[in-house]
């Protein structure tokens, strides 16, 4: 996604012009941070409230020992839609934050030691392509003309643009349909490659945004021509400084924020947001409110004494959720630059392990990992000759496997070091310097996450665009929503989208 404003502009800083209104936006995660600078870059004096300690939401961070460890996201796609925040004011985002390019984008590691780069270097992916499957070339070539296909309809053309009503979705329909948009994103993967490995390769990526590969949408194919063409990124100095200039930048604009202080009640007047109340006393009347919180909380919690959020919270807790994550931070002594910065070690099943943690709700022996190793490409992330790293293995959510997890976060720890010491650090647990997990219960915790679900609402068709969380409510009208459980969808590119399509509506309707 390119930004549509002329270089003149974006040459020539200046300050918005206050027009007399005031927002609130509940959560400071990558979402309401880019909704609330859309809309103090349009003169909206807005207030950004934060539950906890520190802003990012889901990009918090830690420090231990020396070591800094992202809660994630670690994956930045599409920059051009970061940078455009930055823009609207004619302000350049390179002032404020810096970001490094990753190659090759992920190495994906099977069971037997097969391994394959993943890049958007044609030449270089073909052949690795060829090396696991020679007819798969042609038949790749087939699947990325497919994905820019699904990545113009999805992405650019509706990406950012909200889905007020089930008319919206019969305009959509007619491009949906001709993309097979029913079809699972492994099938269409299928379609066009044969090797096994190749199918997992070209279709994990829905995982990243909370979906399962046999059942999320064929559309969700556009995250491989989002990737090729707009590359993988990492924030120097780790995510939490790209969420740090994002307040740097949302504060110098006048934008206010409030850390430490969680929103407890969205005080409603008839069908209008009309005061927000937080854990400390504080309130205040804003024209407009918008929620970045977890979608079930933003309607069960926060609006619990109007009808409208007891009834429709109620509806949205009956709805597919996507799994949780379990995360492994650790620190190791040494470096390690034959390990890239992102790896995926693939576990001897597939579908199954799949099925096990979508469908089944069950802890199963084997799992795959996402490895993330930041220091590899910032060694500022560990100290001087050590090495951060995380693990992340998704699990059922907390709906589907009520476990303990202070009794089985252990035990599942020492399940992925051994495994990450047999495939790729020898004696792991010898040259660790601190650890620590997250589990799915830190979801809940910490986020107020329903179910401890990672990415909100599961991103399948039948809860996408129109039928997922509208960007506006339906019934109090100057209430909104911005994040994961709203459209499009999770993972950077999809909330930072949501706040343009909400930021738009909310602008629209405060000229009112």
Known sequence: MTSTLTPEIAASPYLPQPTGKTACVIGAGFGGLALAIRLQSAGVATTLVEGRDKPG??????????????????????????????????????????????????????????????????????????????????GYRRFLAYSAEVYREGYLKLGTVPFLDFASMIKAAPALAKNQAWRSVYSMVSHFVEDERLRQALSFHTLLVGGNPMTASAIYALIHKLEKDGGVWWAKGGTNRLVAAMVTHFERLGGTVRLADPAVQVHTFGTRASEVETASGWKQ??????????????????????????SYGGKLARKRFSPSLFVVHFGVEGTWPGIPHHMILFGPRYAGLLEDIYDHGVLPADFSIYLHHPSVTDPDMAPEGKSTFYALVPVAHLGKLAI???????????????????????????????????????????????VGSAFSLEPILTQSAWFRGHNRDDVISNFYLVGAGTHPGAGIPGVVGSAKATAGLMIEDLKA
């Open 57 to 138: 939401g889901r990009g918090y961070f830690w420090e231990r020992d020396g070591f800094t460890f992202d809660a994630g996201p670690t994956v930045i796609t599409d920059p051009d839609c970061l940078r455009e925040l930055w823009q609207l004011t004619g302000h350049d985002m390179t002032a404020d934050i810096e970001l490094m390019p990753v190659s090759p984008f992920y190495r994906l590691h099977w069971p037997e030691g097969t391994q394959f780069d993943y890049s958007n270097d044609e030449a270089a992916l073909n052949a690795e392509i060829a090396r696991l499957n020679p007819v798969d070339v042609e």
């Open 404 to 450: 303990d997890w202070e009794q089985m976060g252990p035990v599942l720890e020492k399940r992925i070091l051994d495994e990450i010491q047999h495939r790729l650090i020898p004696h792991l647990h010898d040259r660790i310097v601190t650890k620590f997990h997250y589990s799915p219960r830190d979801f809940a915790t910490d986020l107020n996450a329903h």
């Open 285 to 310: 009347r804003f024209d407009a409110v918008a929620s970045n919180a977890d979608i079930v909380h933003s309607y069960k919690a926060l609006l619990s004494g109007s009808k409208r959020g007891q």
